[in-house]
């Protein structure tokens, strides 16, 4: 399936008017995946609002906090000295290599081990992102041009969060590893910030980087040809790169206070893609206990498409980035500028990054499958959950569903359709990413699976634009929950997370944080956030749902969702008519085709329904 164009004019015409708006009226960041099935345009140009996130971090580079005597660690490659937040209680290690440079004849090939080091290696500063497009918003905080390339090839680092004195006679935490999203072609480490869940629920975190775009997802013919080790054939470079920070944490954790026994994956949108080709890839069986997916996906691309099989598989972009020539050495050798030249003028890059069917990292009949035996991945307990209006972050700039006043004060056109066809877009994301997930590996045998709804809505207003209505409880919404760290949207915050909404969000927080924490340590969130969390048992569900006490939560609801469910809403909601019906199916087909395709058929729309 292919992505559409509509949603990403829309989108980037929105984000222009918002930088050019006050300070204090930014939008909301997101770091969606490529979620579902041939994820389209709407999903993936959502994320150039990502690096919004890095705004936090970004103001944080100029000041570089002294080294800690306290924080001297030693790892396999050399000893490494950090610095100490006193006001959290938390030690931080920032830019610790977990891999050599993939760089030179290292360029898309599987990640070889960090080079060893001689006396202290002080690692204060934020690592360089790996290379990438900045886009809209990511330019504005680094000082550069949408579109221009920021990062570096030299980018296989991770930072580390935990409580202060943790350490090799003081460990025995459990482990965090954060994998950032940004649709696989943006984001940065940096942009997470671990101390307070380190603080609050005595963890050691780990936030890790990896191969972006190009660089991490490319299955070209003479790559594979040109392998030194069976992982080099492999298409997914990214997962490899995660799986290298697994083995590096397996190996030098407990001298950072943690418990290489007790290691979970957590990630969000493309992070939780990627959560999922971790327990689908054999190479990092043995490596982690637990995960979590966060409004992830389970989908991928057969290895013939990537290849060969649409527009920019790895064979056109080859030719592209070498002008012809076909050899692995000419792919290594090409300037970075060459390569994402391959791209310029093409912002939505359509068609890559895309987890690939490579028959190395992932099997052949694709990550989906690896789930319905039980020996076809690493069965590990896992929780899986969305935000209850995923969609609303990218519907917020399509300007057929709202207008913008002063060119950036969005509202919905019509406040009732706005709010179905947003509904029913995002329970589709629900039933593929939690109860469709959770039915696959109940049936093969893996009953470990928790699920969630994340529903806080309670951000404040701007002048005339109501964020709890256009926003809502919007894709990425959860994520400064789970860290109890709101300092992640920018100039958002102001907004978002006010005086008013305080109490409440910091009890869900720190309910979260528990949960989170809880099943970090044992493998089952239990009550730690003060409900038993049962995991899911069919018809009944039950997932739980995260809001504030003042609305009820956090609280069990029962019942599963399915596409014939929603199908059955659709044609008795009273606030559509049968044009808005079938709009609402187009509007599920542009990224989810068969789901459009059956929800269209069942409404008697016109074919096709795929957008």
């Not at 935990?162 to 950032?180: E, L, T």
């Not at 995260?546 to 399915?562: N, W």
Request: with cysteine; net charge negative.
């Amino acid at each position: 399936m292919t992505g559409r164009d509509t949603p990403y004019a829309a989108l980037a015409s929105g984000l222009q008017a918002l930088l050019a708006a006050p300070a204090h009226g930014a939008i909301l960041p997101s770091t969606p995946s490529r979620a579902f099935s041939g994820v389209s345009v709407m999903i993936r140009i959502a994320i150039a609002l990502a690096c919004a996130v890095s705004l936090a971090a970004c103001g944080e580079r100029a000041e570089i906090p002294a080294a800690d005597p306290d924080t001297a660690r030693d790892t396999a490659h050399g000893a490494v000295t950090g610095f100490t937040r006193s006001d959290q209680g938390v030690h931080v290690w920032r830019g610790v290599p977990f891999a050599a440079a993939p760089v030179g004849d290292l360029r898309w090939r599987a990640p070889r081990p960090a080079p060893d080091w001689d006396g202290v290696r002080e690692t204060l500063h934020h690592p360089e992102p790996c290379i990438q497009i900045a886009n809209a918003l990511s330019a504005e905080a680094s000082g550069t041009r949408a579109g221009d390339l920021v990062g570096s090839e030299d980018c296989l680092y991770l930072n580390i969060y935990a409580p202060a004195g943790a350490g090799p006679d003081n460990g025995g935490r459990p482990v965090m590893v954060w994998i950032h999203g940004g649709a696989n072609v943006w984001g940065h480490a940096s942009q997470y910030d671990g101390g307070q869940l380190a603080a609050d629920q005595d963890v050691v975190v780990v936030v890790v980087q990896y191969r972006l775009g190009l660089m991490g997802f490319f299955a070209h013919p003479a790559l594979m040809a040109d392998a030194q080790t069976p992982d080099d054939a492999a298409g997914n470079f990214a997962l490899l790169d995660l799986i290298a920070a697994l083995d590096w944490v397996q190996a030098n954790i407990n001298a950072f206070g943690g418990d290489a026994g007790r290691v979970t994956i957590f990630g969000e949108s493309a992070g939780g893609h990627n959560v999922a080709g971790l327990m689908a890839a054999p190479q990092a069986a043995g490596l982690f206990h637990r995960a979590i997916i966060q409004s992830g996906s389970f989908d991928s691309v057969p290895l013939e498409e990537a290849q060969a099989g649409g527009r920019n598989t790895a064979l056109e972009v080859g030719t592209r980035i070498t002008g012809g020539e076909a050899g692995a050495d000419a792919l290594r050798l090409a300037p970075l500028g060459d390569v994402y030249a391959t791209f310029a003028g093409d912002a939505d890059l359509r068609d890559l990054p895309r987890m690939i069917a490579d028959g190395v990292t992932l099997p052949r009949d694709g990550l989906a499958s690896a789930f319905t035996r039980l020996d076809g991945f690493n069965a590990v307990p896992l929780i899986t959950g969305v935000t209850r209006d995923e969609m609303k972050l990218f519907n917020a700039f399509n300007d057929t569903l709202t207008r913008r006043r002063l060119g950036f004060l969005v509202s919905p056109r019509d406040p009732d359709f706005y709010e179905a066809i947003n509904e029913y877009q995002s329970r589709v994301w629900r039933v593929r990413a939690v109860d469709d997930a959770a039915a696959k590996l109940r049936a093969a045998g893996h009953d470990a699976v928790w699920g969630y709804r994340f529903d806080w809505d309670e951000a404040g207003s701007f002048l005339t634009m109501d964020l709890s209505r256009v926003l809502g409880a919007a894709h990425a919404m959860e994520i400064p929950f789970v860290f109890n760290h709101f300092d992640l949207f920018g100039r958002l915050d102001r907004v978002i997370f006010n005086r008013s909404n305080r109490a409440g969000r910091q009890a869900l927080a720190t309910s979260m944080g528990a949960y989170w924490a809880a099943f970090a340590r044992d493998g089952d969130p239990g009550d730690a956030g003060g409900i038993t969390w049962p995991a899911l048992s069919g018809e009944d569900g039950p997932l739980m749902r995260f809001d504030s006490p003042a609305s009820g939560g956090p609280e069990l609801m029962r019942g599963a969702d399915s596409i014939a469910r929603i199908t059955a809403d659709i044609a008795a909601d009273p606030r559509l008519d049968a044009a808005q019906r079938c709009q609402i199916a187009r509007a599920i087909g542009s990224w989810v085709e068969e789901a459009g395709a059956d929800v269209g058929a069942a409404l008697d729309c016109p074919a096709p329904v795929q957008g």
